[in-house]
């Protein structure tokens, strides 16, 4: 709802462009019968069509000026019902988007308020799922914080780009980056900027116009002798690159939080703000979130995991005693809650700064987190809560009709790199696997739907490491209705049924009737994996 103040604001504005077109078309009028020979010229000059570059430049002039107008003034006067509504105007084919990337980290698909979780806090996110579409089946394609980010920048599977070490620096890297979409998008006069978790590989400072530190592993440190946190930081440095850019140049910028995730080895696991401790005090969690039974579900599992295994590992850290479990859930969801403030805050910026609807903005995340499903925690493995993440898209192309939508398609990790290239008008490298997203939901795009129809499979790796016992290797075909996973060490193979075992617990890979299915996706998935090299 627009205030009284702001329509008053508002009139003026619209009254001057309005009058203004009228004066050119009484101009227009006056010129091509007024016989005075003064007048020849410009009569001549109309008639051959010269003088339209200066009408068409007095509304671009016009359109620019209502863009400097805060967005929350920018409003829509048609409806029916006389309320006001936001903006919804179609970019123009030479207009290119701003690019906000908001990137949180262990954060699965569920745990958002808008999803259905009605005990997190996600005000900003739900809000901006009502003004864009929220992906309900986006997935990542390997489940690691590292892996995932140059999934993300590079747009390719593990196979392809193999950053399988932890901060490797890895020298051919220096090529690949130039096909990565911030290398791209500076190369075509985008101003970027990297903000927060970086890890993936050596960072390369000198590639960005604005980097902060790379921002993980610690929730509290001191900073010029001010406690200060990682969440808040990434906001600061945030704010100082939105406020600082060039404002001739359009932007890209990702905030990539550190939050929820946990501080590796720490017993508290979470260190929230001071001001979010009074958040969910009133609440009892569920551990799991799902309501089964943690020890029967870990005893399903197959007979590698143990208690060497990463994910049982932290399951003792965090759930292991029903008070421990209430107090790690209350904080990891006060921190989710942070995010979504900050995430609220930038947005805020970009519609004072006038430009939201110049912006493409993502909300997405690395990965899932298992809160206790299968007697785990942490991400990696091939199951639901870890591979299936947030991803909300809000587009100034994007329909009236598509806002505060949701869309079943299977979308990537990979994806994203090709689109925020296709918002910028950059065409995607051949060596990237992903495909722009925007083609579910802008009409422009929906004839490339019809020759060429989204996925409806996908494969998911995990590499091998040092110890199989430790995190075991992984490759799966999954499909909305059934998961085929294979443990590569141990020769194990698991089939899930999505639709009736949403949960995964009870394995039908011995299950007769199931054979001839699992024959045709274990050849899937063989064909998935070597399309993914």
């Known amino acids: 709802m627009v205030s009284s103040l702001d329509n008053k604001r508002i009139a003026p504005v619209r009254r001057i462009y309005h009058l203004a077109v009228i004066v050119v078309i009484v101009s227009l009028i006056i010129i091509q019968f007024n016989g005075n020979l003064r007048y020849t010229a410009k009569v001549s000059s109309i008639n051959s069509g010269s003088i339209m570059p200066d009408l068409i430049g007095l509304k671009t002039n016009l359109a620019r000026n209502m863009e400097d107008i805060p967005t929350t003034l920018q409003t829509n006067f048609d409806s029916t019902d006389g309320n006001a509504r936001p903006m919804n105007k179609e970019v123009a084919n030479d207009e290119r988007l701003n690019v906000l990337l908001l990137y949180a980290d262990d954060w699965r ?8 979780d009605k005990v997190v806090h996600t005000p900003e996110i739900d809000r901006l799922s009502s003004e864009g579409i ?105 704010m100082e690159f939105l406020k600082t850019r060039p404002k001739d140049s359009p932007f890209l910028l990702t905030v990539a939080f550190f939050a929820p995730h946990g501080v590796d080895g720490d017993p508290q696991q979470y260190y929230p703000q001071k001001e979010s401790l009074g958040l969910y005090n009133d609440v009892n969690f569920t551990i799991p979130l799902n309501g089964i ?31 421990k479990a209430e107090k790690m859930m209350k904080n990891f969801y006060r921190m989710e809650t942070e995010v979504d403030k900050t995430c609220g805050n930038l ?49 100034p192309r ?6 505060g939508t949701t869309n079943d398609e299977f979308t990537l990790n990979i994806d994203l790199a090709s689109t925020i290239l296709s918002a910028a008008g950059v065409e995607q490298p051949a060596r990237m696997q992903g495909r722009d997203i925007s083609e579910l939901y802008l009409p422009s ?54 639709i009736n075992d949403r949960f995964e617990e009870n394995d039908l890979i011995n299950d007769a009737k199931h054979s001839r299915r699992i024959s045709k996706m274990k050849h899937r998935l063989k064909e998935l994996a070597a399309a993914a090299l």
Request: charged letters at 25%.
């Open 134 to 238: 929220r992906f309900t089946h986006n997935c990542v394609t390997t489940s690691l914080c590292w892996i995932s980010r140059a999934t993300l920048t590079t747009g390719q599977y593990l196979s392809r780009h193999k950053q399988i070490k932890l901060l490797n620096p890895l020298s051919y890297y220096e090529n690949a980056w130039n096909e990565t979409y911030p290398a791209l998008l500076r190369d075509r006069g985008y101003y970027t900027g990297q903000v927060g978790k970086w890890q993936f590989h050596t960072y390369p400072r000198d590639k960005w116009n604005f980097t902060s530190d790379d921002e993980y592993g610690w929730h509290w440190r001191e900073i010029a002798g001010k406690m200060v946190h990682v969440t808040k930081k990434n906001e600061l440095d945030a």
């Open 293 to 323: 039974n943690m020890d029967e579900s870990w005893n399903r599992l197959p007979s590698f995991f143990n208690e060497i295994n990463e994910g049982r590992k932290r399951w003792h850290w965090r759930y292991d005693e029903p008070i």
């Open 398 to 403: 994007m329909p009236s009709e598509a806002h």
């Open 445 to 498: 795009k929906r004839n490339k739907m019809l020759s060429d129809p989204w996925r409806k499979d996908f494969f998911y790796e995990f590499p091998v490491r040092e110890d199989p016992f430790h995190i075991p290797s992984s490759n799966a075909l999954i499909e909305k209705n059934f998961k085929y996973i294979e443990w590569l060490e141990f020769n194990v193979s698991q089939l899930f049924d999505l």
């Open 109 to 116: 698909h569920d745990t958002i308020g808008v999803a259905g």
């Open 347 to 395: 947005i805020k910026e970009l519609s004072r700064q006038g430009v939201l609807n110049k912006t493409l903005i993502i909300f997405t995340t690395d990965n899932g987190n298992s809160h206790g499903e299968h007697g785990l925690a942490g991400k990696w493995f091939p199951y639901q809560e870890s591979i299936r993440v947030p991803l909300v898209i809000r587009d």
